[in-house]
């Protein structure tokens, strides 16, 4: 079956703007999760979606949010960016939410850079 | 809270010698733990969980709660073993929290 599908691979955006990206989760999985990778902070944990409702967290500026659709496809935007936002963000579905032990399938990942 | 530590960023051994990847965590109720990798140009994948008690690719990793360690080990690395390992732990099912992540290099 198809994997994780984040969308677009690359962005470059300028200071000030927002930006959306698209995470397609794999087929049947209902909880989307998003992280941020940079060298100097490793993998963050943005927030966490289940069912169209976010129900995790992380400790990132209201700049950032998301939403989940009916079919599990998910969107992360980032809004007034700024150059520290240059990251590699990364998506992961599970097939269910609440599982403990439950492998999480990362998508390549989306990388934007700020200029 | 929930943290993760992998003391090593980076860990360099000759092809055939023994590994051993270093994690530890601090975590308020019973550990689900993992180690992802990422190897050059693929995506992070799983490598193994605790409670599988499984070997992938030579690795095993043993759950020790009295240290709160889960330390990642093979007997005799191979130059394809070569990438960047993570450890994390899941937070309740809901979240992952990973360590900062150890690169492997294995020499020829």
């Known amino acids: 079956k198809a994997g994780v599908t984040q969308t677009p691979r690359y962005l470059i955006k300028t200071r000030g703007q927002q930006v959306t990206l698209s995470c397609s989760p794999i087929?049947?999985?209902?909880?989307v999760s998003w992280y941020q990778q940079t060298p100097g902070q490793g993998l963050q944990f943005l927030f966490e979606?289940?069912?169209?409702?976010?129900?995790n967290k992380g400790n990132f500026p209201g700049r950032f949010s998301g939403r989940q659709f009916s079919n599990s496809r998910s969107e992360m935007n980032v809004s007034t960016l700024e150059l520290g936002d240059s990251a590699l963000y990364l998506c992961?579905?599970?097939?269910?939410?609440?599982?403990?032990?439950?492998?999480?399938?990362f998508g390549q990942g989306t990388r934007l850079t700020v200029v | 809270a929930q943290r993760v530590t992998q003391p090593e960023k980076l860990l360099s051994v000759f092809k055939g010698a023994p590994v051993e990847l270093k994690c530890n965590y601090s975590?308020?109720?019973?550990?689900?733990l993992f180690w992802y990798v990422q190897y050059s140009r693929q995506r992070l994948q799983l490598l193994l969980r605790h409670i599988s008690r499984e070997s992938i690719k030579g690795f095993t990793a043993d759950l020790n709660k009295g240290e709160t360690s889960f330390h990642l080990k093979k007997p005799f690395a191979q130059e394809e073993d070569s990438a960047m390992y993570y450890c994390?732990?899941?937070?309740?099912?809901?979240?992952?929290?990973f360590g900062p992540g150890t690169r492997l290099s294995v020499l020829p």
């Open positions: 994390a732990l899941n937070n309740y099912g809901q979240n992952f929290v």
């Open positions: 087929s049947g999985h209902r909880s």
């Open positions: 979606y289940f069912s169209e409702t976010q129900r």
């Open positions: 975590y308020s109720g019973s550990p689900e």
């Open positions: 992961a579905s599970s097939p269910a939410g609440g599982l403990v032990n439950t492998e999480a399938f």
